[in-house]
């Protein structure tokens, strides 16, 4: 009977069937895993190449670590898994508020300099991130499951065009072109797609709307950070 109580209260609110110090210990845990991944990152790009381990320079972890990719994808995973939409902005925030926070004050203190603009770029991206983790919280699926189909292509859309680099090149003759930007980054969609799938034919429909969205986005939008 207990457990049935339980079932029901969550479906009903599955913010509060979860105990307050829980929630507060998984925040922390976000949190800490955001500030360790901030110091691998800002580490790994304080050390010489020829220190590092040869995967890490054949797969150019350092300058992916410095990109957005992996990061969005971490971000959309922690709001998938989190119990509702509030606790996905709140996860997220704390998550970007840890890696950016101990990234910049690695560079600052242990690396002895702060880059300011490139800082602040990533200050917006964490107080915007609550808002974003609220709406993909929704993507995992549920009633609503044409905006949940809806929001899962814009995130395929994002991480497609951090993965592939396409257009069309002028010359004597026009050529189309279509490459990978990095591996890590290609690996990074296919696990995005993996992470968001349906059944198979939501699933293509999913990716295919999202590599049409991708080139839309590319075309129309005035800030690039693919």
Request: hydrophobic letters at 55%.
């Amino acid at each position: 009977m207990k457990w049935s109580e339980n079932k029901r209260a969550f479906k009903e609110d599955p913010e509060n069937a979860v105990p307050i110090r829980k929630q507060v210990i998984y925040s922390a845990c976000v949190m800490v895993f955001g500030i360790i991944l901030g110091c691998l990152s800002k580490y790994l790009d304080c050390t010489p190449s020829n220190h590092l381990p040869y995967i890490i320079n054949r797969l150019d972890i350092r300058n992916f670590l410095g990109r957005f990719a992996v990061w969005i994808f971490i971000a959309v995973c922690i709001s998938v898994y989190s119990r509702s939409a509030l606790r996905a902005a709140v996860n997220v925030f704390v998550f970007f508020v840890g890696m950016v926070s101990s990234y910049y004050l690695y560079s600052k203190f242990i690396a002895g300099f702060f880059p300011k603009s490139y800082a602040m770029i990533w200050v917006g991206f964490t107080i915007v991130s609550p808002l974003l983790a609220f709406i993909c919280w929704y993507a995992k699926g549920g009633d609503k499951r044409k905006l949940s189909l809806t929001i899962s292509a814009a995130i395929i859309a994002v991480l497609f065009n951090t993965a592939f680099t396409y257009g069309m090149w002028y010359s004597d003759i026009s050529l189309w072109y279509f490459d990978v930007r990095y591996i890590p980054e290609l690996i990074v969609f296919l696990l995005s797609i993996f992470l968001l799938r349906r059944n198979a034919k939501e699933t293509v429909i999913m990716v295919a709307a999202g590599v049409i969205l991708a080139i839309l986005m590319d075309r129309i939008s005035p800030v690039h950070f693919w």
